[in-house]
């Protein structure tokens, strides 16, 4: 069955640290999708980025970088010169078919100013 | 253009009663579907729809229910609910079948179970 785990609970960060966040998943499907969602406290999920099993090219999008790695089945999230806006809990999800995403537990982030 | 919207806000209830939640998709989407989000935890597959028929179900109890209306609009119906059913319900609407699509989330119904 398909899981995906992301070991780290909570982080806390000084603003303008850099901070990476894991996301380990496991499937059997050869071509999957995989997603970051950001909740903020007001609890809706915003979509951060949705990547497919194929392209394995690292993205980056001003502040945010993401790394897939399929050789580690590891899909990592990195926020640059983090900004107290960045606090949050960020879910890493993977896709099964259907469209059903499969969450983690999520990452608290804290950025202290 | 309007996101996903979902009614109520917060609702609470006692347990054994029964409770409907609402999510009105994004103009254009087909397919809807519901997470169960407990706190401390991450957001659990509950149903999806698409076109009115149900096409996908996560290991919830029969308690769980919901249909798709021929506007795409859904409700989500929970009976005799229970103490552990308190949690923020996620609606989220996407367009299968598109190269890019994903799914956008609505601000979700928090439900007190008492």
């Known amino acids: 069955a398909q899981k995906v785990t992301q070991a780290q609970t909570e982080i806390s960060v000084v603003e303008k640290e850099d901070v990476t966040l894991d996301c380990v998943y496991e499937?059997?499907?050869?071509?999957?999708?995989l997603f970051w969602y950001k909740q903020p406290p007001s609890g809706e999920l915003v979509f951060l980025i949705r990547?497919?099993?194929?392209?394995?090219q690292n993205e980056i999008s001003g502040r945010y970088s993401w790394n897939f790695q399929k050789s580690t089945s590891s899909f990592n999230f990195t926020i640059t010169a983090s900004q107290v806006v960045d606090s949050a809990v960020y879910f890493c999800a993977l896709e099964e078919y259907g469209n059903k995403l499969v969450f983690g537990a999520g990452t608290i982030l804290r950025v202290k100013s | 253009d309007a996101g996903v919207t979902q009614s109520p806000t917060h609702l609470i209830k006692t347990r054994g009663q029964q409770v409907t939640l609402r999510c009105s998709p994004i103009?254009?989407?087909?397919?809807v579907s519901w997470y169960q989000q407990v706190l401390g935890q991450g957001p659990q597959f509950i149903f999806q729809y698409y076109e009115k028929e149900e096409r996908g179900r996560g290991n919830f109890p029969d308690r769980f229910s919901a249909r798709q209306f021929p506007n795409y609009s859904s409700e989500l119906n929970v009976n005799a609910l229970l103490l552990g059913d308190s949690a923020l319900y996620l609606c989220a609407s996407s367009v299968p079948g598109q190269p890019n699509y994903e799914q956008y989330f609505g601000p979700g119904t928090r439900l007190t179970v008492t």
């Open positions: 990547r497919n099993s194929f392209d394995e």
């Open positions: 103009s254009g989407h087909k397919s």
């Open positions: 499937t059997r499907d050869t071509t999957y999708y």
